[in-house]
Nanobody, 125 residues
Framework: VQLQASGGGTVQPGGSLRLSCTAS????????VGWSRQAPGKAREFVAA????????LYADSVKGRFTIARDSARDTVYLQMNSLKAEDTANYYC???????????????????WGRGTLVTVSS
């Protein structure tokens, strides 16, 4: 499975961005998808995850109420809508696939099998 993340950019505090993550290759298996981020000099942290059906979602406390994860299974694409962005949201954002977590969601990086390259989000005035 190959993952392509896109949609990053520079935005002012309070602004919005929508990230996309498109899967290709062996996408016939059911899988959960998660977003994580890594700021310069900091450890990677979990942001959000979504189940195969799209009916289950999980968010980090730091983004709850501001970010929304959704998926379009017909397009093998997962979106991360980010609103009310703050300077502390600045990071490289990565999407990943968890083959064993298509229903029950996971925040642990070790449970994700495939990772895409990051897309940079910069929140600055």
């Amino acid at each position: 499975v190959q993952l392509q993340a896109s949609g990053g950019g520079t935005v002012q505090p309070g602004g919005s961005l929508r990230l996309s993550c498109t899967a290709s290759g062996r996408t016939s298996s059911r899988y959960g998808v998660g977003w994580s981020r890594q700021a310069p000099g900091k450890a990677r942290e979990f942001v959000a995850a979504i189940s195969w059906s799209g009916g289950g979602t999980l968010y980090a406390d730091s983004v709850k109420g501001r970010f929304t994860i959704a998926r379009d299974s017909a397009r093998d694409t997962v979106y991360l809508q980010m609103n009310s962005l703050k300077a502390e949201d600045t990071a490289n954002y990565y999407c990943a696939v968890a083959l064993a977590f298509s229903v029950v969601l996971t925040t642990q990086s070790r449970n994700y099998n495939y990772w895409g390259r990051g897309t940079l989000v910069t929140v600055s005035s």
